[in-house]
């Protein structure tokens, strides 16, 4: 059904572009007629077997009304001559003229070329096309049939992909070879559309992979695009937008334009270039259609933008006079040596260039002159300069003979190599390598052709061509990258800065090899991007409805942090580290515990030394007047106890102070436990020792045989043994351990020991709490009896002051974090050691060194008045 629906469209062509009456070469028993006014080739040269080709020369058309009472007049080429299609006609010529002097390829025979011109629009590319495939310059053959063989072998062109495939689809009908030079549309790569078409360039998804790479390399992601509204510019730019999505390019607008549309396109085209915010532009167009643009371009002053260029117009010479694209950007093909090609581009003279009517045209064009045989009276009379015929292209700087820049013209070199190394294969014995035999009288069927030019594979100047399966260029695609520099006459030009190899690895395919001079002349990369980068330390949020380029910067969250510059999350960092202020790097967490020269463990160290320091001096004090009343008093042996536990009551406090460990852990909670417990049963034992001596005072009372010094000591020493083993029972069973605190703060860890059990924690300071409390009750019911120093009064006192600071204790224990908490114990031992000797000791210091005179047992039993203390 396809081929039927191909056939109907290009019967269509066919009527629309040459006017037939009918579409097919009517046959009869006599003659055949070809239909339609056939044109000559605007170049050519007879030989054995002729090689067709399809360039522009010409980049207008001339339109003519159609009034449909006559056959239409042949559409005629006109405007200025384009001087890169005279190149790409020159270069097939000089290859041509190369094979016809070898020896080892096509020996014997006569390469022929029948030239066309496509005017850079489709029409005339498929007409070029269909004169080619029918080559009859006679209206009428006289044959029996039509011929069936094409006139060319095969065709080079042409320039553009538009008119490749509009000439492709009118070859392929016939199983004509159509090699192109320069259509890059990768559509034509589609062999099941196009069995017939080849091409010695690579398609533009090579090209379309290399200009997003170019914009990801210079850390570009918010961009323009615009393009030729035809194949070229349409799948090209498909293409490099599918490749710029993958590597996270936005595009602002993508646009497209043609060179015939209404004025208002342009226009309109130009304004959205203008008003846009990305200063980064890719253009896939042909160097026609931009010349179109280019006036509305410049009409009002727009921001300088960074211009990132196709093939197709990266080179073009007429667009250097344009200072819009100074700094431009863009690939070419490789450079490719072609010896001999710039002396014969130079050997042109005047006899010869008067011979065509293109080169005639070019050379009239160059030196401003008018050759012999062209010119009128009236031009006489107006003053045309008549050519001498001394000019010499030697002495003419132009596009045309800067070989330096003509890259394109070496694919026209190449394709008609291959051209002919598949014309070898068929007509020539190829098994005879040092003089093969060729038959030039051979017919060639276009088939034959096709199959050998899928086989072609040689090195032709250094360089290997050869065509894949799908006819194009089997070897990787290389460009070079092209910068538009301003010379120091002040004149643009095309400078090399580097190559793109699309072999290399990923990432590793451009390399540049000099400076990029970019817009205004500037060194550094001109930035292009909807929003700045966010720094480290923040992460990018996309705002809603529009392309993912486009964000906010928010900062990481707390614990976050993010490493990199337009970072689309941020990291929480591992549990011991932390963020820095800026967010972007991860520090150890401070760690915090009440450290030895920190100013608080300082104080608290100081306090304990001096506590235990005024123990020391009391005990000394009560040492040297140890046969005193006053310290014989109530078992002076409990007295250096109840010292004793003092002094290890303020020591135990520094276990508290310093870097937790296993030891000091189990230590310091013990330790306390054990100490106070021994405190506490000494005051317990002296209370209860008050008590009983004033029973004992009774008449008939002998309860102080009951309690004496033995048994004083067995009391305290068993008060003390159940909380020695509860200590002895928490340590075998659940001992406490240092821990890493993470949880109460997020900034720090505090390093504090783990109690391991809080039950016995609580069961150590409850015991505690049992006896000052029965210490409490039993000394407030002892406070009034009568003596002149009564001590149960001021072990009332201590006691009190001891419940007192172990109740606030307990809350502020547990609301208290990290390093005060240990603090706030070691501030409750001390307190309540200081309350006890205070409250116990100090009163008999006092009379001791203050009032010696009280210090007498007849006092101290009330026999002699004294006053309060």
């Given at each position: 059904?396809?081929?039927?629906?191909?056939?109907?469209?290009?019967?269509?062509?066919?009527?629309?572009?040459?006017g037939f009456d009918s579409v097919v070469l009517k046959a009869s028993s006599?003659?055949?007629?070809?239909?339609?006014?056939?044109?000559?080739?605007?170049?050519?040269?007879?030989?054995?077997?002729?090689?067709?080709?399809?360039?522009?020369?010409?980049?207008?058309?001339?339109?003519?009304?159609?009034?449909?009472?006559?056959?239409?007049?042949?559409?005629?080429?006109?405007?200025?001559?384009?001087?890169?299609?005279?190149?790409?006609?020159?270069?097939?010529?000089?290859?041509?003229?190369?094979?016809?002097?070898?020896?080892?390829?096509?020996?014997?025979?006569?390469?022929?070329?029948?030239?066309?011109?496509?005017?850079?629009?489709?029409?005339?590319?498929?007409?070029?096309?269909?004169?080619?495939?029918?080559?009859?310059?006679?209206?009428?053959?006289?044959?029996?049939?039509?011929?069936?063989?094409?006139?060319?072998?095969?065709?080079?062109?042409?320039?553009?992909?538009?008119?490749?495939?509009?000439?492709?689809?009118?070859?392929?009908?016939?199983?004509?070879?159509?090699?192109?030079?320069?259509?890059?549309?990768?559509?034509?790569?589609?062999?099941?559309?196009?069995?017939?078409?080849?091409?010695?360039?690579?398609?533009?998804?090579?090209?379309?992979?290399?200009?997003?790479?170019?914009?990801?390399?210079?850390?570009?992601?918010?961009?323009?695009?615009?393009?030729?509204?035809?194949?070229?510019?349409?799948?090209?730019?498909?293409?490099?937008?599918?490749?710029?999505?993958?590597?996270?390019?936005?595009?602002?607008?993508?646009?497209?334009?043609?060179?015939?549309?209404?004025?208002?396109?342009?226009?309109?085209?130009?304004?959205?270039?203008?008003?846009?915010?990305?200063?980064?532009?890719?253009?896939?167009?042909?160097?026609?259609?931009?010349?179109?643009?280019?006036?509305?371009?410049?009409?009002?002053?727009?921001?300088?933008?960074?211009?990132?260029g196709s093939e197709a117009w990266m080179i073009e010479p007429d667009l250097?006079?344009?200072?819009?694209?100074?700094?431009?950007?863009?690939?070419?093909?490789?450079?490719?040596?072609?010896?001999?090609?710039?002396?014969?581009?130079?050997?042109?003279?005047?006899?010869?260039?008067?011979?065509?009517?293109?080169?005639?045209?070019?050379?009239?064009?160059?030196?401003?002159?008018?050759?012999?045989?062209?010119?009128?009276?009236?031009?006489?009379?107006?003053?045309?300069?008549?050519?001498?015929?001394?000019?010499?292209?030697?002495?003419?700087?132009?596009?045309?003979?800067?070989?330096?820049?003509?890259?394109?013209?070496?694919?026209?070199?190449?394709?008609?190599?291959?051209?002919?190394?598949?014309?070898?294969?068929?007509?020539?014995?190829?098994?005879?390598?040092?003089?093969?035999?060729?038959?030039?009288?051979?017919?060639?069927e276009p088939h034959q052709v096709l199959q050998q030019l899928k086989k072609?594979?040689?090195?032709?100047?250094?360089?290997?061509?050869?065509?894949?399966?799908?006819?194009?260029?089997?070897?990787?695609?290389?460009?070079?990258?092209?910068?538009?520099?301003?010379?120091?006459?002040?004149?643009?030009?095309?400078?090399?800065?580097?190559?793109?190899?699309?072999?290399?690895?990923?990432?590793?395919?451009?390399?540049?090899?000099?400076?990029?001079?970019?817009?205004?002349?500037?060194?550094?990369?001109?930035?292009?991007?909807?929003?700045?980068?966010?720094?480290?330390?923040?992460?990018?949020?996309?705002?809603?409805?529009?392309?993912?380029?486009?964000?906010?910067?928010?900062?990481?969250?707390?614990?976050?942090?993010?490493?990199?510059?337009?970072?689309?999350?941020?990291?929480?960092?591992?549990?011991?580290?932390?963020?820095?202020?800026?967010?972007?790097?991860?520090?150890?967490?401070?760690?915090?515990?009440?450290?030895?020269?920190?100013?608080?463990?300082?104080?608290?160290?100081?306090?304990?030394?001096?506590?235990?320091?005024?123990?020391?001096?009391?005990?000394?004090?009560?040492?040297?007047?140890?046969?005193?009343?006053?310290?014989?008093?109530?078992?002076?042996?409990?007295?250096?106890?109840?010292?004793?536990?003092?002094?290890?009551?303020?020591?135990?406090?520094?276990?508290?102070?310093?870097?937790?460990?296993?030891?000091?852990?189990?230590?310091?909670?013990?330790?306390?436990?054990?100490?106070?417990?021994?405190?506490?049963?000494?005051?317990?034992?002296?209370?209860?020792?008050?008590?009983?001596?004033?029973?004992?005072?009774?008449?008939?009372?002998?309860?102080?045989?009951?309690?004496?010094?033995?048994?004083?000591?067995?009391?305290?020493?068993?008060?003390?043994?159940?909380?020695?083993?509860?200590?002895?029972?928490?340590?075998?069973?659940?001992?406490?351990?240092?821990?890493?605190?993470?949880?109460?703060?997020?900034?720090?860890?505090?390093?504090?020991?783990?109690?391991?059990?809080?039950?016995?924690?609580?069961?150590?300071?409850?015991?505690?709490?049992?006896?000052?409390?029965?210490?409490?009750?039993?000394?407030?019911?002892?406070?009034?009896?009568?003596?002149?120093?009564?001590?149960?009064?001021?072990?009332?006192?201590?006691?009190?002051?001891?419940?007192?600071?172990?109740?606030?204790?307990?809350?502020?224990?547990?609301?208290?974090?990290?390093?005060?908490?240990?603090?706030?114990?070691?501030?409750?031992?001390?307190?309540?050691?200081?309350?006890?000797?205070?409250?116990?000791?100090?009163?008999?210091?006092?009379?001791?060194?203050?009032?010696?005179?009280?210090?007498?047992?007849?006092?101290?039993?009330?026999?002699?008045?004294?006053?309060?203390?």
């Amino acid at each position: 059904m396809w081929k039927s629906k191909l056939a109907a469209l290009t019967v269509f062509v066919v009527k629309w572009v040459l006017g037939f009456d009918s579409v097919v070469l009517k046959a009869s028993s006599l003659r055949c007629r070809l239909q339609g006014i056939s044109k000559p080739p605007i170049l050519s040269k007879e030989g054995d077997f002729v090689i067709g080709g399809v360039f522009s020369f010409h980049s207008q058309v001339r339109t003519v009304q159609h009034n449909y009472t006559r056959q239409p007049e042949p559409t005629q080429c006109m405007g200025r001559l384009l001087l890169t299609g005279l190149s790409f006609a020159r270069a097939m010529e000089f290859a041509i003229k190369e094979i016809n002097s070898k020896q080892d390829l096509l020996p014997n025979i006569t390469l022929g070329y029948q030239i066309h011109d496509s005017c850079t629009v489709i029409p005339m590319a498929v007409n070029a096309a269909f004169q080619l495939a029918n080559g009859q310059d006679a209206e009428i053959v006289t044959d029996a049939s039509c011929p069936k063989v094409a006139s060319v072998a095969a065709v080079v062109g042409d320039s553009t992909s538009a008119s490749s495939i509009g000439m492709s689809r009118i070859l392929g009908l016939f199983g004509i070879s159509q090699v192109s030079h320069l259509a890059t549309c990768s559509c034509l790569s589609n062999k099941q559309q196009y069995p017939t078409f080849f091409r010695t360039v690579h398609s533009d998804n090579f090209q379309a992979a290399a200009l997003a790479h170019v914009v990801k390399y210079f850390g570009w992601k918010w961009i323009g695009a615009v393009r030729s509204d035809s194949d070229y510019g349409n799948s090209g730019m498909a293409s490099f937008l599918r490749v710029a999505d993958k590597e996270g390019i936005c595009i602002e607008y993508s646009v497209a334009f043609f060179k015939t549309d209404p004025q208002s396109k342009l226009k309109q085209v130009a304004e959205i270039i203008r008003h846009s915010t990305a200063r980064v532009i890719v253009a896939f167009v042909q160097g026609t259609d931009l010349r179109v643009l280019l006036p509305e371009l410049i009409k009002e002053p727009q921001p300088r933008l960074q211009w990132i260029g196709s093939e197709a117009w990266m080179i073009e010479p007429d667009l250097l006079n344009f200072g819009l694209f100074a700094g431009a950007i863009g690939f070419s093909f490789e450079a490719f040596a072609m010896p001999g090609f710039r002396q014969f581009l130079l050997d042109l003279s005047a006899i010869e260039a008067s011979q065509t009517s293109l080169v005639k045209e070019f050379w009239e064009d160059t030196f401003g002159c008018k050759l012999q045989g062209e010119i009128t009276q009236m031009g006489l009379e107006q003053g045309v300069r008549v050519c001498t015929g001394s000019e010499n292209l030697s002495n003419v700087n132009s596009s045309f003979t800067d070989t330096s820049q003509m890259r394109v013209v070496n694919m026209v070199y190449k394709a008609t190599y291959a051209i002919a190394h598949a014309l070898h294969g068929v007509v020539c014995n190829s098994r005879q390598q040092a003089s093969p035999k060729c038959n030039k009288s051979m017919i060639l069927e276009p088939h034959q052709v096709l199959q050998q030019l899928k086989k072609v594979n040689f090195t032709v100047n250094g360089y290997s061509v050869m065509f894949n399966s799908n006819g194009d260029p089997a070897n990787g695609a290389i460009y070079e990258l092209i910068n538009w520099q301003v010379s120091k006459e002040g004149r643009l030009q095309f400078v090399t800065v580097g190559h793109y190899d699309a072999s290399q690895p990923k990432d590793h395919e451009l390399r540049l090899i000099r400076n990029i001079t970019w817009l205004d002349g500037r060194t550094e990369v001109p930035a292009s991007v909807c929003n700045e980068n966010c720094p480290p330390g923040t992460r990018k949020a996309a705002q809603k409805g529009k392309p993912i380029c486009c964000y906010d910067c928010v900062a990481c969250g707390e614990g976050e942090i993010s490493y990199h510059t337009d970072s689309p999350d941020c990291v929480s960092c591992p549990d011991e580290f932390w963020p820095n202020s800026q967010r972007d790097k991860c520090l150890p967490k401070p760690i915090e515990f009440l450290a030895w020269d920190e100013v608080l463990g300082i104080i608290l160290t100081v306090c304990s030394i001096t506590g235990t320091c005024m123990v020391i001096a009391v005990s000394g004090i009560f040492y040297r007047h140890r046969t005193s009343p006053i310290v014989r008093a109530n078992n002076s042996e409990l007295s250096f106890l109840l010292l004793f536990s003092l002094t290890l009551c303020f020591l135990c406090s520094l276990t508290f102070i310093g870097r937790p460990t296993e030891s000091s852990c189990m230590l310091r909670h013990t330790a306390f436990g054990i100490t106070f417990v021994l405190c506490i049963s000494c005051i317990l034992v002296k209370t209860i020792v008050v008590l009983m001596a004033f029973r004992a005072t009774l008449p008939g009372s002998n309860v102080m045989k009951w309690f004496g010094p033995p048994q004083q000591r067995m009391t305290v020493v068993g008060f003390s043994s159940v909380q020695v083993l509860v200590c002895i029972l928490w340590l075998v069973l659940s001992p406490p351990f240092p821990i890493k605190n993470m949880s109460h703060y997020k900034e720090r860890i505090i390093l504090e020991c783990n109690l391991g059990s809080a039950g016995a924690f609580w069961a150590v300071l409850g015991y505690i709490g049992v006896l000052a409390v029965l210490c409490f009750v039993l000394a407030f019911l002892a406070r009034k009896l009568p003596d002149n120093f009564n001590e149960a009064k001021f072990i009332t006192f201590s006691m009190l002051i001891f419940c007192a600071v172990w109740i606030t204790f307990i809350p502020a224990y547990v609301s208290s974090p990290g390093k005060f908490t240990v603090a706030l114990e070691i501030f409750a031992i001390l307190a309540s050691s200081f309350g006890l000797m205070t409250c116990i000791y100090f009163p008999k210091c006092y009379i001791i060194l203050l009032k010696p005179e009280q210090n007498t047992k007849k006092h101290l039993m009330g026999k002699v008045p004294s006053k309060s203390l």
